[in-house]
């Protein structure tokens, strides 16, 4: 569990089969787990930033604050992206403690899909 703490009830069931020739019930993994005093919560992220930027990034963020920017001249848009790295939803850790933070990249491996706006004239002429 401290160096793998996504390892599920049944992937942890399988390795003491494979390695150790112990037949367990992913149950029973929950179980004896829950009885160390471990037990799971959602991952918590945090954005990965590099040394070399954080003094760049407060600076800018200082600099909007001080100019009272309200970001009234931006255009927000929305898309639609597949990311391609896995991010596990929950992770273990003893009672008690505090979760670990999970490094997420700031630019994943990811495919994006934006939104197409066509008029009904378009759609007209290839769905009829």
């Not at 590099?50 to 600099?63: A, T």
């Not at 403690?97 to 290839?126: A, D, I, M």
Request: charged share 30%; net charge positive; hydrophobic share 35%.
């Amino acid at each position: 569990m401290l160096r793998n703490d996504e390892l599920s009830s049944i992937e942890l069931a399988r390795i003491l089969r494979a390695r150790c020739d112990v037949d367990v019930s992913p149950r029973t993994v929950r179980q004896v787990r829950k009885k160390l005093g471990w037990m799971w919560s959602g991952t918590k992220y945090c954005q990965l930033v590099k040394d070399v930027n954080k003094p760049k990034r407060m600076e800018h963020c200082l600099r909007i604050l001080s100019e009272g920017d309200g970001f009234e001249d931006v255009i927000f848009s929305d898309e639609c992206s597949v990311s391609i790295e896995r991010s596990t939803r929950r992770s273990f850790h003893k009672v008690g403690e505090p979760r670990r933070l999970k490094g997420k990249p700031k630019h994943p491996l990811k495919v994006s899909f934006c939104p197409l706006l066509l008029s009904s004239t378009f759609f007209g002429t290839f769905y009829r």
